[in-house]
């Protein structure tokens, strides 16, 4: 079966930065995009973008950009997303999340949707 | 930015009753939205995708429609599991996600 892990809760100062990673398995790593999203406490998700694993390839949210940058090591299929210049407002639980692909008439394709999830990394910002 | 907006914030509701929820979208998304289901502690779970498609193993009381900038999530005859957050996302214009539902038990 599908399974993403994340790795454990961070607590960082204001001004440093964080690196995540979400380790799959029973799927294949390649195929898939990996998308991060992150739930402040109490309140909704917020996007923050995309990796393709095959090629690396990276797609980010503009409220983020210049300061998020997501990577993958194929090699033990894990998916990473660092984020610099922590702020307050960044306490947050980060998931990474598959990207549903669906059959097309001859091929494959993503979709933006995310039908698998990691169980969430609780990052705590604090002075 | 697509804003989305559901309503209501919080819906009261017995096992057995039927739930509609609402997403508005600020401009048009086609089709292309998403309902998740959200636990306390959980990550949230892929209920509905391209506005009506149920996702693999979703039980069929789980229901969308709508098109444009209107949508609604439906559950026939709520179960106990069913309470919960529900959230509405979209993928016509970058990715965004929807204020939530809270749907409690009266």
């Known amino acids: 079966q599908v399974q993403l892990v994340q790795s454990g809760a961070e607590v960082k100062k204001p001004g440093a930065s964080v690196k995540v990673s979400c380790k799959t398995s029973?799927?294949?790593?390649?195929?898939?995009?990996m998308h991060w999203v992150r739930q402040a406490p109490g309140q909704g998700l917020e996007w923050l973008g995309w990796?393709?694993?095959?090629?690396?390839?990276?797609n980010y949210a503009q409220k983020f950009q210049g300061r998020v940058t997501m990577t993958r090591d194929t090699s033990i299929t894990t998916a990473y997303l660092e984020l610099t210049r922590l702020r307050s407002d960044d306490t947050a639980v980060y998931f990474c999340?598959?990207?549903?692909?669906?059959?097309?008439?001859?091929?494959?394709?993503?979709?933006?949707?995310?039908?698998?999830w990691g169980q969430g990394t609780l990052v705590t910002v604090s002075s | 930015e697509i804003v989305l907006t559901q309503s209501p914030a919080t819906l009261s509701l017995s096992p057995g009753e039927r739930a509609t929820l609402s997403c508005r979208a600020s401009q048009s998304v086609s089709s292309y939205l998403a309902w998740y289901q959200q636990k306390p502690g959980q990550a949230p779970r892929l209920l509905i995708y391209d506005s009506s498609n149920r996702a693999t193993g979703i039980p069929a009381r789980f229901s969308g429609s709508g098109s444009g900038t209107d949508f609604t999530l439906t559950i026939s005859s709520l179960e106990p599991e069913d309470f919960a957050v529900y959230y509405c996302q979209q993928r016509s214009n970058w990715v965004t996600f929807g204020g939530g539902t809270k749907v409690e038990i009266k």
């Open positions: 990796i393709n694993p095959k090629s690396g390839e990276t």
């Open positions: 999340a598959r990207d549903l692909s669906l059959k097309g008439a001859s091929t494959w394709y993503g979709t933006d949707y995310f039908d698998s």
């Open positions: 029973g799927y294949t790593f390649t195929g898939d995009y």
